[in-house]
């Protein structure tokens, strides 16, 4: 398949993670008992499940706007209902910033439920909310965190580049070098073996391969129809006949699951 965009030059690619050292977290809250609450209750996750946080607590949103630094930030737990700045502004200036943060609302009130999808928030947590709450909400965190920390590292006229795993729209084969085709560009490599390249990334449940020398990522994929996927990108990618139907049943599996996970 012959693909737009493509880098020429030779690189060098090595599949690497990163270790997750700690995750940046914000509590956005003006009451005192509950950020204490929530407080005790990521500390008991933190011991449960040996992740590593750090916490920050902000009184309201004037302090957090006045002295958090949102690029910095992995999630954010935020009231909604706040004197001054409103969690839904506060959750504004985190995206102006951040479009990676984890933002989770919490509120006595559902009623501001629908306008938490303006700013692509993960929950909406009414309170009071129990430790199983924010332990499951924690680790859909975690796990989140964990795959943006995966890279495919290249090495490009000496310069050494790196592809966050979560960004491959899909990897393919053509005259003898490996394309490793994000949103905004594809880099060409022609020293490694794209067996090699499969390996790696088919340890990710995200990843599946729909032809030869084809990889895919499900969560940049639209729909499969016509024996093809359709990618976030408006770009179609053909599914070998052999296997279409494995192919379709691994795809469909994998959204209900997910949604479930979501749905926790």
Partial sequence: MDLPNTLRGTVIFTVTGFEVTFINIAIIDDKRQDRSRLLTHMERFMESSFSKLQISQYVNGESFVEKAVPETLDAAFIDIIMGGLSGIDVARHIRERNEKCVIVFISSSNHFAAESYQVNALEYLSKPYLYDDIERVMK??????????????????????????????????????VLFNTERQTIKTYAVRFSEVEEKLLMHPNFIVI????????????????????????????????????????????????LREEMG
């Fill in 140 to 177: 859909k965190i975690l796990k989140i965190r964990d795959m943006s920390a995966v890279y495919i590292e290249v090495t490009e006229n000496r310069k050494r580049v790196q592809i966050k795993a979560s960004d491959i729209l899909y990897v393919d084969y053509y005259r003898h070098s």
């Fill in 211 to 258: 032809r030869k020398n084809l990889i895919v990522n499900m969560d940049k994929a639209l729909q499969i129809s016509d024996k093809q996927f359709l990618m976030c990108n408006d770009v179609t990618l053909p599914i070998s006949r052999e296997v279409y139907s494995k192919v379709k049943n691994e795809y469909t599996d994998y959204l209900f699951k997910k």
